[in-house]
């Protein structure tokens, strides 16, 4: 049972805020054309982010975002332009601040990434984290249109997504199942929730990415990911990390952690740039992501096996 297995996994100190964002250089190719950028590596923009109350569709909660910054920390301007939103759950008895790094690096490519602290306790009601990540969202397209907010005129109310790290990451399917504005979901060794994330991947057609590793002893890929993947119709993916593991996808561990093959160091910025290159794709329409998520490149992955169906 999932919670059961995962009260083994015990909160630590976060990762300190990401710096400034160092600006993407794309490649350059031998015909002179360029490729697209390495969505591992930070993005073009710097990654300011905010503590504030989310309140929307009945419901009220803390949240940090993240999100395309004109300087680097906490309470910075939004950078000119209008970005896509993303809601992303924390894991089981899990803090936020674990995820600060990869919220930060999704907002160095262009993305507002708003993430509730709600339901952080022994006893998580799953069915109402998903209804928060969906809030968050609501609260996130409104705040476009609101006068004086920090966000207005910078939100793609158009183009929202959802993420999420195990019980966030079942989540995430719950919320997209309640949610026909959702355009996208890709999440980080999504877990088996109640209600079911499997019975709610069964009914989404949108594009869905699994990212998982395979020494995760948490929420293992044969529990977990796979009858996730298997009862998701396409377009889908599961993309999983040789050697990866259940808290490799947070900022820091602790005694009570699994362990994989590779190094937390190792494993983060393949997580990084797999769910970059996702929502670049179908969150932003950058089709020069197209090859990466599709094509020989993702196919032939030596860090990453694939499977896939559009």
Sequence with gaps: MWRRSAVAVAAA?????????????????????????????PGAYAAGYVDTTVSASGRSFSARIYYPATTAGSGQ??????FPAIAF???????????????????SWGFI?????????????????????????TWAVAQDGTAGSRFAGHVR??????????????????????????????????????????????TLTLPVRLIAGDRDTIAGITDHQRPIYTAKPPTKQLRIIKGGFHCGFMDSGSLFCDSGGISRAAQLPI??????????????????????V?????QTDPQVSFEGVR
């Design 13 to 41: 100190l976060a990762l300190v805020l990401p710096g400034t964002a160092a600006a993407a250089t794309p490649p350059v190719t031998t015909t002179g054309v360029t490729s697209a950028a390495d969505p591992s590596g």
């Design 157 to 202: 109310t158009d183009r929202l997504g959802l993420s999420g790290h195990s019980m966030g990451g079942g989540a995430s399917l719950l919320a997209a199942a309640r949610n026909p504005q959702v355009d996208a979901v890709a999440n980080l060794a999504a877990a088996e929730t109640n209600p079911s994330a499997k019975a709610a991947a069964a």
């Design 77 to 82: 301007p939004v950078a000119a332009g209008r």
């Design 271 to 292: 997580s990084k740039r797999l769910l970059t290159e996702w929502f670049l794709l179908y969150l932003t329409g950058d089709t020069g992501y197209d090859d990466a």
């Design 294 to 298: 599709w094509g020989t490149p993702a």
């Design 113 to 137: 990434v708003l993430a509730p602290t709600s339901q952080g306790g022994l006893s998580p009601n799953h069915s109402a984290f998903a209804d928060d990540l969906n809030a968050a969202l």
């Design 89 to 107: 759950g924390h894991g089981f008895f899990q803090s936020v601040s674990k995820y600060y790094s990869t919220l930060g690096h999704l907002a």
